[in-house]
């Protein structure tokens, strides 16, 4: 016979396996945690310092010790300092802790005059703002407006006041009927730059000094020299064109030796072909010759040099030579 089983072994508790923590009741002995009753007292410290940093912040705001009271603009010439500061939006600035250094500096980038622009501030009133402005380095005249004077990327800087502060800068004048607008780009950069370098070295090539130069509606390119006579360098639309600027100045130099650019009979000098420069100048009674020869110019063993033509001294003024149409 089977041995009767002892019933109050099945009542004691047994103990649990290892590893078996997977099932609802696995662990009977769980670590007791202990409390941190300082935690609350952190908070609250936390919550009172975050509250006077608050209030220190409300007050410096509102105090006047801290209100702009002065701002110093430097580097401003075309520019007056209190057009700088309306235009950097300083004219009622309030706190000195509420002034952003690069909104002041973006408001200032859209003035055309102004190149780039620092601004710091000095507690507990002061702002400091320093300007780097554009050069003009050309004006800019449209063939029934006003003047204007150009940055060197061709931008309109501003209208010409005075005429006295445009003296010594290059004078463009151009086909458009109306004036630019501010910040408009007018002419292709490379042509002004390639503008203001003749401008500044042909007195040392030839002796003369550009007065200006003209541009009409095909863009066709004209230097008018002080003494009133006038260079045809053609069309100048495109950067190819743009780059023989440099050989026909140089054509200008190679036929110094046999045009004399300071007479007055001098009208017109083309260069639109600088292999075979073209002259015009006024016409002159010619002595009728006391017999008949052959022309000096005919010798096989003459010189080749510029083309002359005579104007008639009794027709109307007509151009120099004649320009390409516009295609």
Request: proline share 9%; glycine share 8%.
């Amino acid at each position: 016979m089977l041995p009767w089983p002892a019933l109050r072994s099945l009542r004691r508790p047994r103990r649990p396996v290892k590893g078996a923590a997977w099932f609802r009741g696995g662990s009977l002995h769980r670590p007791s945690r202990g409390v941190d009753r300082g935690s609350g007292w952190r908070r609250l410290l936390a919550g009172g310092v975050a509250l006077a940093e608050l209030t220190l912040l409300v007050v410096a705001l509102a105090h006047p010790a801290f209100r702009v009271q002065h701002v110093d603009v430097s580097g401003a010439h075309r520019l007056a300092a209190s057009e700088v500061v309306a235009r950097a939006g300083l004219s009622n600035p309030g706190s000195i802790f509420t002034v952003n250094p690069s909104g002041v500096s973006g408001r200032l980038k859209r003035s055309t005059w102004v190149r780039s622009s620092t601004v710091s501030e000095s507690l507990p009133d002061r702002v400091l703002v320093r300007v780097e402005e554009w050069q003009p380095v050309a004006v800019y005249q449209s063939s029934s407006g006003h003047p204007y004077f150009l940055s060197e990327e061709a931008v309109a800087l501003g209208p010409v006041g005075a005429p006295e502060a445009s003296a010594g800068l290059l004078l463009v004048q151009g086909p458009q009927t109306a004036d630019p607008k501010l910040g408009q780009r007018v002419l292709d950069s490379r042509l002004l730059v390639a503008l203001v370098n003749i401008q500044r070295t042909l007195p040392r090539l030839i002796g003369q000094d550009v007065k200006g130069f003209t541009i009409d509606g095909c863009g066709n390119l004209t230097l008018v020299s002080v003494r009133g006579w006038s260079v045809q360098f053609g069309r100048m639309l495109t950067g190819e064109e743009i780059a023989t600027l440099g050989d026909k100045v140089s054509a200008l130099r190679a036929v110094a030796a046999d045009i004399d650019y300071n007479s007055p009979d001098l009208l017109a000098v083309n260069v639109m072909n600088p292999a075979a420069v073209a002259v015009r100048v006024k016409s002159k009674p010619t002595p009728v010759p006391a017999r008949a020869g052959p022309s000096p110019s005919s010798s096989p063993n003459s010189r080749t040099g510029p083309v002359r033509i005579q104007a008639s001294a009794s027709a109307s003024p007509a151009p120099p030579a004649p320009v390409e149409a516009c295609r």
